[in-house]
């Protein structure tokens, strides 16, 4: 089966320092979106992207996170200046048509900041 | 807002027991209901879903009935496998291709 492609699988960083987070979704996919999962919480919606543009965000996407598709293949969430409580495993996701329902998840990057 | 509510884990069970992972949600109209998996090291995937009242999903042994009238999606497994140690989350879309709301997530552990 196809997969979701996420890199790197662990990140730490320095609190006020910028990150990128990057994902290859699967070729034929056209609806991408971010969640994450603080430690020992639910498994939260970031941002969904559809035509190079973002269709939805949550409150938690405030102006410090951005996600972007610079070359059709990677869908890239970069948090700005990141605080101690953006720690948390982040999850991408794609999916093809509206109509199926089936969301594709990658394995997650686990990003600690410190 | 929409929320799921999911029992809480660890559940260890032995091999060729019988689980049941309790979920109820809040929501309003009605949403599509899905039961998430992760294995060790890998992603979440898509086990079951159903999209309208008293549907039955269904996938590798496990099932789940929507009940709208107990906003219930109870996940059932007559006889687990050292292979479903996972954890698995219940959740909701309230339209095709719309965000997913998720529950907490339950750690299955089966021991052999």
């Not at chain 1, 999850?91 to 600690?112: I, P």
């Not at chain 2, 809040?26 to 309208?52: C, D, I, M, N, R």
């Not at chain 2, 042994?61 to 989350?89: C, I, M, N, P």
């Amino acid at each position: 089966e196809p997969e979701v492609t996420q890199t790197p699988s662990h990140q730490v960083t320095q609190m006020g320092q910028e990150v990128i987070l990057r994902c290859v979704p699967i070729s034929n996919h056209l609806y991408f979106y971010w969640y994450r999962q603080i430690l020992g919480q639910k498994v939260e919606f970031l941002v969904s992207f559809y035509n190079n543009e973002i269709s939805e965000k949550s409150e938690i996407f405030d102006d410090q996170f951005s996600v972007e598709r610079p070359d059709g293949s990677n869908f890239t969430l970069k948090i700005r200046s990141t605080k101690l409580e953006d720690s948390a495993m982040y999850f991408c996701a794609s999916r093809t048509a509206m109509t199926n329902e089936k969301l594709f998840f990658g394995s997650g990057t686990q990003l600690s900041v410190l | 807002g929409d929320s799921v509510t999911q029992m809480e884990g660890p559940v260890t069970l032995s091999e060729e027991a019988f689980l049941t992972i309790n979920c109820t949600y809040t929501a309003t109209g009605y949403p599509s209901l899905f039961w998430y998996v992760q294995y060790p090291g890998e992603g979440l995937q898509l086990l079951l879903k159903a999209t309208k009242a008293d549907d039955k999903g269904s996938n590798k042994g496990f099932e789940a009935t929507y009940r709208k009238e107990t906003t219930s999606f109870h996940l059932e497994k007559g006889s687990v496998q050292v292979s479903d140690s996972a954890v698995y989350f219940c959740a909701l879309s309230q339209a095709a291709g719309n965000k997913l709301t998720f529950g907490g997530g339950t750690r299955v552990l089966v021991k052999p």
